[in-house]
């Protein structure tokens, strides 16, 4: 008998720790702090913030390898193929005039296209570790709500999983916005967005980008240094998208126009048809005029991004919409449900990646203690094209329609003396102050590594410098980030080197 009672509590014990290890999952006398949907940037960032910070977290994403669209089929894969694109132009046109003769170079795309998955690999799978350190339960599947407090989760394994939560937040991201009335169809073939764009298995003889903004030079950059010939056709009158400076446009498109990339600003996009194994495109004047007609190997749609909640079941709680499918929310990421709160593409603000994971953050934070940071006056946008193009704060267009006085500080990186011994001395470093503070309302570069320098501008704005504090602080030389310092000192007094 004892010996019986014995081993029934082994097998007790052994039942037991079998359910412990297999169950996993909220109960709902055990739920979760807070369930994250969406494993993009903002999503598993605060997944592992939320962990962190004590709280029971799980993260559901339905496309298997987390990172969402940044990771797997954007930002990442878009920077491996912009700088070895680079690299490989560099080898052809540029070496020779550095006393560098190189002979028989070649495109290996099958090569370069496995490059840029292996780094996609290497860093979803760097976030799944990062998941089970943070003792994070992540989910593959898709997510949507039965109540403010229940997400049904249908695993991409076939099996289904109800979890119980104090919290959600959304952070479902976005999707490639389709051609405006729908006369274009992207078969990611011959016409493809930007996810297709990154796995063309052959250079095109002819290109046609409609949108003049980052993702399309981007992308635009990547196949005209691997051979295509290149047309931008963009519906505004300059390029960069939102939130560049105009005069850094201009020289951006002067720039790229020497680079052999070819553009139609001002111009409509009327159609997009494949005929005989090409694609003829038909556009016109933006404000109406003669037809033009192009043909392309390749076509890609690069007009926007919008945002995405497709079997969220968001009707379900009643959280409120607008009119451009954004999820409403207040300064404190609440929507109109108050235990769901929501974050980056999904709801207001520039789709961008470090946006999206700092709002994460604060989420999380607000979760937390009540108290969360996003200054959204102090984020950058970056352009990795070459020059690469980067801004942070406001225009010297958006201060003169506010009637706000300022000053304006340049420094030309043909006066800066590691571009010259880089042979990289094309752009400029534009700081926009105000007129009676000197506080800095503004940076704007074009020119080798902008996208790093920034970092600078952005902490300036973070803590309200002023240009002459940045004058007054030692750059190292000989370095890139002395133009920074002197267009700095251009905005308050006058550079040494120019």
Request: proline share 3%.
């Amino acid at each position: 008998m004892l010996l019986l009672q014995r081993a029934q509590r082994v097998a007790g014990r052994r039942l037991a720790a079998r359910w412990t290890s297999h169950r996993g999952m909220a109960t709902a006398t055990d739920p979760y702090d807070v369930v994250v949907i969406g494993a993009g940037p903002g999503g598993y960032v605060a997944a592992i913030k939320a962990a962190q910070l004590g709280l029971k977290t799980a993260c559901i994403d339905k496309r298997g390898p987390p990172g969402g669209t940044c990771l797997n089929v954007g930002c990442i894969p878009s920077k491996a193929m912009l700088n070895n694109s680079h690299m490989y132009h560099q080898t052809k046109h540029d070496l020779k005039r550095r006393g560098i003769d190189v002979e028989g170079v070649s495109l290996n795309l099958e090569t370069m296209l496995k490059a840029k998955d292996t780094s996609v690999t290497g860093l979803t799978g760097g976030i799944e570790f990062l998941f089970k350190q943070n003792k994070v339960d992540y989910l593959k599947g898709t997510g949507s709500f039965v109540s403010n407090s229940q997400i049904a989760v249908k695993l991409n394994d076939g099996s289904e999983k109800t979890l119980d939560t104090k919290n959600v937040i959304i952070a479902t991201g976005s999707e490639v916005a389709p051609f405006p009335g729908g006369a274009i169809t992207i078969d990611e073939e011959q016409i493809v967005s930007s996810t297709g764009a990154l796995s063309l298995q052959k250079v095109p003889e002819k290109m046609v980008v409609i949108g003049g903004g980052i993702i399309g030079l981007e992308m635009g950059s990547v196949w005209s240094r691997l051979g295509a010939e290149v047309t931008v056709v963009e519906f505004l009158g300059a390029i960069g998208g939102a939130g560049i400076d105009e005069e850094i446009a201009k020289q951006f498109q002067r720039i790229l126009v020497k680079q052999g990339i070819k553009f139609k600003l001002n111009t409509k996009v009327l159609s997009a048809d494949k005929e005989n194994g090409k694609v003829v495109v038909k556009t016109e004047a933006a404000k109406g005029g003669k037809e033009e007609t192009f043909d392309a190997d390749v076509v890609l749609v690069a007009v926007g991004r919008r945002p995405y909640v497709d079997g969220l079941n968001i009707e379900a709680v009643g959280c409120e919409m607008d009119n451009k499918g954004r999820v409403i929310i207040d300064d404190q990421f609440n929507t109109s449900v108050s235990n769901i709160k929501c974050i980056g593409d999904v709801t207001f603000g520039p789709m961008l990646a470090h946006k999206a994971e700092e709002e994460g953050i604060a989420a999380v934070e607000y979760l937390k203690s009540g108290h969360g940071h996003v200054n959204y006056n102090a984020i950058p946008s970056v352009v990795y094209t070459h020059p690469e193009v980067a801004w942070v704060g406001k225009t010297e267009q958006e201060l003169k329609a506010a009637g706000t006085q300022y000053n304006i500080g340049k420094f030309n990186f043909t006066a800066n003396s590691r571009a010259k011994t880089n042979l990289d001395t094309e752009g400029f470093v534009k700081f926009v102050t105000e007129k009676e503070t000197d506080r800095i309302l503004g940076v704007h570069i074009i020119g080798p590594n902008a996208g790093e320098m920034i970092a600078e501008g952005v902490l300036a704005i973070e803590y309200g410098a002023s240009a002459e504090d940045i004058a007054r602080t030692t750059h190292a030389h000989p370095t890139l980030s002395e133009a920074f310092k002197e267009a700095a000192m251009a905005a308050y007094s006058k550079p040494i080197h120019m």
